[in-house]
């Protein structure tokens, strides 16, 4: 059995597999598809102070190889995810990273110290980049000295893991995640969905409720790709990979471009039980090129710097 | 609640065209077919495609020995595709899936509207109403006589067109409405487009136990993305197609139409 162990932080994960946020309800779905218990994080839909009711339908449509999605954080609450969810995520054996969103600085805040409680909450992962809701934390997410602000007083009260979910719907990302990372993150997430839109040219309406969503699946891969790229350059913390992925091939190629670890997301929706065909295509690439440790390929893109243009541009 | 759901490899045996683009597939599926119960769905998706991408939602519409099929008016990429595949070709299908139709009662009369691929559930709830012991009448609507699929049932059958090419010449809830007058089902079911269940939930609705199979886009089908929520009647909050439903009473929920 190769070794997959990557790290986040001081958390541990025993492989670079995890969920994105919101596409396994709050985990405790998987269970009937595989065993959760076979992946490095569970990470929860993103938990607001109050319940969610979310957005009015249509909230999902689908594109060419992608989906576009506008939910609107539909969501328990955190209290009721800590009494009734991480229970049951506890007993099906995953490690839980919790994903959190607020329309207030302080709201991150009070949520990172509840959460903070929990002895089964091993990270947190900050919610700064949903395009579909005002207080989904977009607005902070575009703005670099609200990012920080609001990095820096969670990490205040949060001394385990913590993440930075990035929006790539912004002109430069390496300057978000070098300031989750000046502010004590222990890693940024690349990236939430990208801004976008379809519409029915029959009904001339669009296709999602709100207009625009956050466009996922397949079509992102290759523009979240080179973002990793960029920030894994930029930072030193680990970067976590989210866009598109698919086949073990997809977690392979990100772990080469620079992230530490990989989410899925839109490829639950399709096939609810890959996570296992995923773990078992990167052991085998492990094993055919004798690869001992997994984390020896992050960042194992051979490459000459003088070839990219933009980092001649910036350095 | 969703019980026991299979993710199974299933194998088409055959596709025929049972009425104007409307197609009946029929795949084996051992473990799905046992346990499905009417008005429940299944996830259908393709092997190693990313475009189609999601999964599509498919009623039930006959299950019996290992084998299961589903009806479809083939007009979007994903149907389009399915119909056009090959018998021993393989399609994934992930069920059975969401809350089906109430328990059927000996000799309890039930009046079943459908319309559309909404006639998908006349097979399976003919099968199961058959094993209960309940009468079922069935109200079959479309535009065009030409898109009505010839099911071979017992029950009564009426049919009512848009254009009076077969049966009633009008709407499936006015022919419903008509036949009332001389008659008091114990429960109204309904399976097809949204205009025909908040038609019948506004006619029905408060008088007869009415069941309404609702249509609303769907990502997952599990609960993981939340993607299909429905209205909660008298609340702000929504229940999820997927796992709620698709079947409500009608009471429970609201339609959202627009104006």
Redesign the interface.
Request: with cysteine.
């Given at each position: 059995m190769p070794d997959m162990k990557v790290r986040i932080g001081d958390l541990e994960l025993k492989n670079p597999l995890m969920t994105a946020s919101g596409t396994c309800g709050y985990g405790d779905e998987l269970k009937g598809y595989f065993d959760t218990s076979i992946l490095g994080a569970v990470v929860s839909k993103s938990l607001t102070l109050e319940p969610k009711v979310g957005n009015e339908p249509p909230r999902v449509a689908e594109v060419a190889c992608g989906m576009l999605n506008s939910i609107g954080l539909a969501n328990i609450g955190v209290r009721r995810f800590m009494d009734e969810k991480i229970p049951i995520l506890d007993e099906l054996g995953a490690l839980i990273i919790a994903n959190i969103a607020a329309k207030r600085v302080e709201d991150y805040v009070s949520l990172a110290e509840m959460l903070a409680a929990s002895k089964s909450v091993r990270g947190l992962e900050l919610n700064l980049s949903c395009p579909n809701v005002k207080e989904g934390g977009i607005e902070f997410g575009t703005d670099v000295k609200t990012l920080s602000n609001i990095v820096k007083l969670v990490r205040k009260v949060f001394k385990k893991t913590l993440i930075v979910k990035l929006t790539p719907n912004v002109t430069r990302i390496e300057e978000f995640a070098s300031a989750a990372e000046a502010e004590g993150a222990d890693g940024v997430t690349v990236a939430n969905t990208y801004v976008g839109m379809a519409i029915d040219i029959y009904t001339m309406s669009p296709k999602i409720h709100t207009v625009t969503g956050g466009l996922s699946g397949p079509a992102v891969k290759p523009i979240t790709m080179a973002k990793v790229f960029q920030v894994s350059k930029s930072v030193s913390i680990p970067v976590i990979a989210s866009g598109g992925i698919f086949t073990w091939q997809d977690v392979v190629e990100y772990i080469i471009a620079g992230a530490t670890a990989v989410e899925i997301g839109t490829l639950l929706f399709t096939k609810p039980d890959a996570p296992g065909r995923l773990l078992k295509g990167i052991e085998e690439y492990m094993a055919d090129r004798k690869i001992e440790r997994l984390s020896s390929l992050i960042g194992g893109i051979r490459f000459d710097r003088d070839n990219v243009p933009h980092m001649n541009h910036h350095k | 609640m969703a019980g026991?759901?299979f993710?199974e490899t299933a194998v088409i045996l055959d596709t025929r065209l049972a009425a104007e683009r409307t197609y009946i597939s029929r795949l084996r599926s051992p473990q799905i077919v046992p346990i499905v119960e009417a008005g429940q769905f299944v996830m259908v998706?393709f092997q190693d495609t990313?475009?189609?991408?999601?999964?599509r939602a498919f009623s039930v519409c006959d299950a019996t020995g290992d084998t299961l099929s589903i009806l479809y008016v083939a007009v979007g990429r994903g149907t389009r595709k399915i119909s056009g595949l090959f018998p021993g070709e393989k399609l994934?299908l992930?069920g059975p899936l969401g809350t089906g139709f109430p328990r059927m009662e000996r000799g309890k009369n039930i009046w079943v509207a459908v319309g559309g691929s909404g006639a998908a559930i006349v097979p399976i709830l003919s099968r199961s109403a058959g094993k209960a012991g309940s009468e079922l009448r069935f109200f079959y609507g479309a535009r065009s006589k030409s898109q009505l699929v010839p099911f071979e049932i017992s029950a009564y059958t009426a049919h009512a067109t848009d254009d009076g090419t077969a049966g009633f010449h009008g709407n499936i809830v006015d022919l419903m409405k008509l036949e009332l007058k001389g008659a008091e089902p114990d429960m109204v079911f309904g399976c097809g487009p949204t205009p025909m269940l908040v038609s019948m939930q506004k006619e029905f609705g408060n008088r007869i136990p009415t069941y309404l199979s609702v249509e609303?886009?769907?990502?997952?089908g599990?609960?993981?993305?939340?993607?299909?929520?429905?209205k909660r009647s008298g609340d702000?909050?929504?229940y999820l197609a997927c796992k709620d439903g698709p079947v409500f009473r009608s009471t429970e929920i609201e339609f959202?139409v627009?104006p």
């Open positions: - | 026991k759901s993710l998706s990313l475009d189609p991408l999601l999964p994934i992930n609303t886009p769907m990502a997952c599990m609960g993981f993305c939340q993607g299909c929520p429905v702000a909050d929504y959202e627009k």
